[in-house]
């Protein structure tokens, strides 16, 4: 998880794009009920949900193209809640990417510069450095049909980047490509997205997407954000299972805390203290350490007679390169856990918590 877009933090506390109790409609369907998140200048924002859930809406209601029922919308400290499209200054990469069939690649990206008459030298200049930036300046001549799908993800970038927007908007950027090209884009994308220092929010239902690219990531579900903070907040702090599960973080479970040890599964489980990590805690927080969230690093094989171990059932094993995937049944619960080892282990298991390896909430 160690990227670009992470390791560059934000440094402005400027007000880049703000959201204040927006909601939007479509006839019956209530599509964002309520949205409020800040983003500041150069922070890179993804919005993460299920299918429906209404990224795109907030994407649609940020870019103007769809007005929110309530709420006001700010672009830099000014209200453009009632501001045409056009107006707005935005950059858009759009879903399908959108490219003109017509035109050369150089056609697509100056031709927001075009429609806004920057005289044709300007153009040249500028269309030539965004070419550098995706590395496409050798492919400039060429139609879009004649570029592989990164290529066209790359050119798409370039075009909304034309207009020096204030806020870029990228739909779903790396979902039309095959998996095995979306990691290397991922990495170009995040290298131009910390280039460029664009204020931006990124629509995408893959977390892994999110918690390489965004500075700060906003759990949606059912138009409402259900949690707002940095990849690492949410990953180690989920607020409830949907989170944790959404983001592949881990299962959450209650606990029963005694002196030494905490205890889970109804009791059946008993974790000494020793495997659970406390820094996170807000320990004021009223409920704080009644729940631990079980990663799929948190545990390890152990022997049988390990302290704290206990017994689970083996449901699947799945050899991935440098770890073992294991779903195990524990006292009838089901958890992911990753084993460094052969995936021959046999039905039955002995697991244990790795030192401060389950994270207590
Ligand atoms: N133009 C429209 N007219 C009526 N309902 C719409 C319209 N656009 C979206 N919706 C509905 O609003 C809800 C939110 O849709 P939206 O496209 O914002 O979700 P999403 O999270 O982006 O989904 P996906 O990940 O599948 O693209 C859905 O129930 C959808 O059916």
Same mark, same amino acid.
């Given at each position: 998880?160690?990227?670009?877009?992470?390791?560059?933090?934000?440094?402005?506390?400027?007000?880049?794009?703000?959201?204040?109790?927006?909601?939007?409609?479509?006839?019956?369907?209530?599509?964002?009920?309520?949205?409020?998140?800040?983003?500041?200048?150069?922070?890179?924002?993804?919005?993460?949900?299920?299918?429906?859930?209404?990224?795109?809406?907030?994407?649609?209601?940020?870019?103007?193209?769809?007005?929110?029922?309530?709420?006001?919308?700010?672009?830099?400290?000014?209200?453009?809640?009632?501001?045409?499209?056009?107006?707005?200054?935005?950059?858009?990469?759009?879903?399908?990417?959108?490219?003109?069939?017509?035109?050369?690649?150089?056609?697509?990206?100056?031709?927001?510069?075009?429609?806004?008459?920057?005289?044709?030298?300007?153009?040249?200049?500028?269309?030539?450095?965004?070419?550098?930036?995706?590395?496409?300046?050798?492919?400039?001549?060429?139609?879009?049909?004649?570029?592989?799908?990164?290529?066209?993800?790359?050119?798409?970038?370039?075009?909304?980047?034309?207009?020096? %927007?204030?806020?870029?908007?990228?739909?779903?950027?790396?979902?039309?490509?095959?998996?095995?090209?979306?990691?290397?884009?991922?990495?170009?994308?995040?290298?131009?997205?910390?280039?460029?220092?664009?204020?931006?929010?990124?629509?995408?239902?893959?977390?892994?997407?999110?918690?390489?690219?965004?500075?700060?990531?906003?759990?949606?579900?059912?138009?409402?954000?259900?949690?707002?903070?940095?990849?690492?907040?949410?990953?180690?702090?989920?607020?409830?299972?949907?989170?944790?599960?959404?983001?592949?973080?881990?299962?959450?479970?209650?606990?029963? !805390?005694?002196?030494?040890?905490?205890?889970?599964?109804?009791?059946?489980?008993?974790?000494?203290?020793?495997?659970?990590?406390?820094?996170?805690?807000?320990?004021?927080?009223?409920?704080?350490?009644?729940?631990?969230?079980?990663?799929?690093?948190?545990?390890?094989?152990?022997?049988?007679?390990? %302290?704290?171990?206990?017994?689970?059932?083996?449901?699947?094993?799945?050899?991935?390169?440098?770890?073992?995937?294991? !779903?195990?049944?524990?006292?009838?619960?089901?958890?992911?856990?990753?084993?460094?080892?052969?995936?021959?282990?046999?039905?039955?298991?002995?697991?244990?918590?790795?030192?401060?390896?389950?994270?207590?909430?």
């Amino acid at each position: 998880m160690n990227t670009s877009a992470m390791s560059t933090s934000v440094a402005s506390t400027s007000p880049g794009l703000a959201l204040d109790d927006v909601s939007v409609r479509y006839g019956d369907t209530l599509a964002v009920d309520g949205v409020t998140i800040d983003v500041r200048e150069g922070e890179i924002l993804a919005l993460v949900g299920p299918s429906g859930c209404g990224k795109t809406s907030v994407l649609r209601s940020i870019a103007g193209m769809v007005r929110p029922s309530t709420g006001r919308i700010r672009i830099g400290g000014t209200d453009v809640t009632s501001t045409p499209p056009a107006r707005r200054n935005i950059g858009l990469v759009p879903q399908s990417y959108a490219m003109f069939p017509h035109m050369s690649v150089r056609g697509n990206v100056e031709y927001g510069l075009r429609a806004r008459g920057v005289n044709r030298a300007e153009r040249t200049r500028r269309t030539d450095e965004l070419l550098e930036l995706v590395h496409l300046s050798e492919y400039a001549g060429r139609r879009p049909g004649a570029l592989s799908g990164g290529q066209r993800q790359r050119v798409a970038l370039a075009r909304a980047l034309a207009i020096d %927007p204030t806020v870029l908007l990228l739909d779903e950027p790396l979902s039309a490509l095959d998996p095995q090209l979306r990691a290397g884009l991922r990495r170009s994308l995040s290298a131009n997205l910390a280039q460029v220092g664009c204020t931006t929010v990124i629509v995408t239902h893959d977390q892994q997407e999110a918690l390489a690219l965004a500075h700060s990531i906003a759990i949606v579900r059912d138009g409402r954000v259900i949690q707002h903070g940095t990849p690492d907040d949410l990953w180690n702090h989920p607020v409830d299972e949907f989170v944790a599960d959404f983001l592949g973080s881990g299962r959450i479970l209650e606990t029963l !805390r005694t002196p030494d040890a905490v205890e889970v599964l109804g009791g059946r489980w008993r974790i000494p203290e020793s495997g659970i990590d406390v820094t996170r805690v807000e320990r004021d927080s009223p409920g704080s350490g009644g729940r631990v969230l079980v990663r799929r690093d948190s545990l390890r094989i152990a022997d049988a007679d390990t %302290p704290g171990s206990t017994t689970a059932r083996v449901l699947h094993a799945e050899f991935a390169g440098t770890v073992t995937r294991l !779903r195990i049944d524990v006292h009838g619960t089901e958890l992911d856990m990753d084993h460094v080892g052969p995936a021959d282990l046999g039905p039955i298991v002995t697991v244990a918590a790795r030192d401060e390896g389950i994270v207590l909430l």
